[in-house]
């Protein structure tokens, strides 16, 4: 079994997040809404004093059902957020497979648009130069790498950003759906890359509602339900306590 670093990669202390619900889509539902009294917006608090710490080399699974707050916490964890109070630290390179295809330019080539969404990675070019092949040969497009990426088939540009996302040279992953790239064969292919970059010492983070692959995946379980930590521990009784 290879060994856990007890040093963190990831320290999450007392984070809280709110977003603002709007009430009304128009002027005139805004304008019904002021003469009859009824609220424009309310606050949602998705979470609420979360923390826990990810250690060097874990797979831990952020658990819940929806609503509960797990994809703002890596969002977070991400940087694409910033919490309203509390804090986050990450050590190390952090890249997330939250948004596949972020960055990606419908105008430009599959070939740009590795080099594009790689730099927007963190990945110099000497990096991207290295990897280009193995890139290409994972996505499975070949034939298409000189196309506009406005004319790829929806599966064709997912294999492609997942592709690249996988290629980057990172300490710490994060992984939003990864069952929800491709047909099944592939995400076969990308289950066994990420399980292969786990063994290599890097530190995963994993959103799904896939709980067996999770489970068999990660480790270790955070459970977030109403945006608190309802359970923290092995992956496996994570699951049970969620169905209960």
Do not use: W
């Not at 290409?136 to 950003?161: N, P, Q, W």
């Not at 530190?203 to 999770?214: A, F, I, K, P, Q």
């Amino acid at each position: 079994m290879r060994r856990i670093s007890e040093t963190p990669r990831i320290v999450v202390r007392d984070v809280r997040k709110e977003f603002k619900l709007r009430h009304t889509h128009s002027i005139k539902e805004t304008a019904l809404a002021a003469v009859r009294r009824k609220p424009l917006t309310t606050q949602f608090r998705a979470l609420d004093g979360v923390s826990f710490e990810i250690a060097e080399g874990e797979a831990v699974a952020l658990l819940g059902f929806n609503g509960s707050g797990k994809s703002t916490m890596l969002k977070l964890i991400s940087g694409v957020l910033t919490p309203d109070s509390g804090s986050i630290l990450t050590r190390g390179r952090v890249a997330g497979l939250i948004e596949v295809g972020a960055g990606f330019h419908p105008d430009l080539s599959g070939r740009e648009n590795i080099y594009l969404n790689a730099a927007i990675l963190g990945m110099s070019k000497k990096e991207i130069d290295a990897r280009f092949e193995s890139i290409v040969d994972f996505s499975e497009i070949e034939r298409f790498i000189d196309t506009e990426v406005k004319h790829y088939s929806s599966g064709m540009f997912l294999r492609l950003a997942f592709s690249v996302a996988i290629h980057t040279e990172v300490d710490v992953l994060l992984i939003d759906e990864i069952l929800s790239v491709g047909d099944e064969p592939f995400q076969k292919k990308c289950l066994t890359r990420i399980r292969e970059l786990h063994a290599e010492g890097k530190t995963l983070v994993v959103v799904s509602h896939d709980l067996d692959m999770v489970s068999k995946l990660c480790d270790r379980g955070v459970l977030l339900r109403d945006g608190k930590v309802l359970f923290d521990g092995p992956s496996t009784q994570a699951v049970e306590v969620m169905r209960t």
